[in-house]
């Protein structure tokens, strides 16, 4: 891999399979392509610092000098994710140890607080982060993150800069809307809000009409349940509950773009130039990041698609990425 020019973006040896052509038939489609869903996991919990609790699916080791891959899973994923299943499974092929910390509410039981998680939650990932370092000081621990996670997670590699070196070794971020705006604007029209918003908003308007009747929010159920974009939600719900203005300053600030040019730990980016939930004019140039990151942007991949080979196709393209660059062989 190199890095790309200022104005050119970089190609990488990634290529979509004919039988599977365009961002959204590569994204939909990697979606229900589920390898190994028998992969069975030893759930652990945490209790929070103010008084909630996440859960954290585990793939041991028979070593317990095992390297950790920590990955953190996008909006309203799981450890039944496709993405963590392929990756959590190359990972027991290899003799690591993994874990999928699941966001507040993710792992099947609704969490206690009127909270949640958000794109811009990277107080979370300190937490969860050093903590696992502290059960386990001997162990290396690099860190993933897809979607949402992966903006949360280089967010919060820019905000530590050079102390997330003392806790992780590399990171990878995939598929990550770095730009927030410019994703929901993106998502919240056309076919894609027919496609994506609506499949997405399903679960979560759910979600928090559960909260207003627990936690007597003052909101408008109403209002939540005709919320058909990620702006009214984000305005009516993510927004004010987490401390942010509006839908605006919650973007604004939870981009991890601004700090791309931070981040100290050796660092790669993989985003599909056809990415359905960003525009490829918004993906960062060589000036926007520190030369810690490197930048792998295909130009095919879907979000968090990246299926190869012949029909059925195979999910280990970015696994085989991945643990190429955690082993410092990229």
């Not at 979606?31 to 610092?49: A, D, F």
């Not at 903006?151 to 995939?174: C, D, F, H, P, Y």
């Not at 990550?176 to 027919?194: F, I, T």
């Amino acid at each position: 891999m190199q890095r790309f020019a200022d104005d050119a973006l970089l190609d990488s040896g990634y290529r979509a399979p004919l039988w599977l052509p365009g961002g959204t038939l590569q994204t939909i489609y990697a979606y229900y392509r589920k390898l190994n869903p028998n992969l069975i996991y030893r759930r652990e919990r945490w209790e929070t610092p103010d008084n909630d609790f996440i859960d954290l699916d585990w793939i041991d080791s028979a070593s317990t000098e095992a390297r950790l891959l920590v990955l953190f899973h996008g909006l309203e994923g799981c450890s039944r994710s496709h993405y963590a299943l392929a990756l959590m499974s190359m990972a027991r092929q290899l003799g690591w140890r993994g874990v999928v910390p699941h966001f507040r509410g993710c792992s099947g039981e609704p969490n206690r607080l009127a909270r949640s998680y958000h794109s811009g939650d990277s107080d979370e990932i300190d937490w969860i982060l050093r903590r696992l370092k502290e059960r386990h000081p001997s162990a290396e621990i690099f860190a993933l993150g897809v979607s949402l996670g992966g903006n949360m997670l280089l967010k919060w590699l820019g905000e530590q800069g050079e102390k997330a070196s003392t806790i992780i070794r590399r990171a990878v971020g995939v598929s990550v809307p770095v730009d927030l705006a410019a994703a929901a604007s993106e998502l919240d029209r056309g076919m894609k809000k027919l496609i994506y918003t609506r499949s997405f908003l399903r679960p979560l308007r759910r979600k928090i009409l559960g909260k207003i009747t627990a936690h007597q929010l003052p909101l408008d159920p109403r209002q939540v349940k005709r919320a058909s974009t990620f702006r009214e939600f984000d305005n009516l719900y993510t927004a004010p509950v987490h401390g942010f203005k509006d839908a605006e300053d919650y973007w604004t600030r939870a981009s991890s773009k601004a700090w791309l040019k931070d981040i100290v730990v050796p660092t790669m980016l993989v985003n599909a130039r056809n990415d359905p939930f960003l525009p490829a004019s918004v993906l960062p140039k060589h000036g926007e990041v520190s030369k810690a990151v490197t930048l792998q942007f295909p130009a095919h991949g879907g979000h968090g698609g990246f299926v190869s080979g012949r029909f059925p196709g195979s999910l280990d393209w970015l696994p085989q990425q991945v643990f190429t660059f955690f082993s410092g062989k990229a």
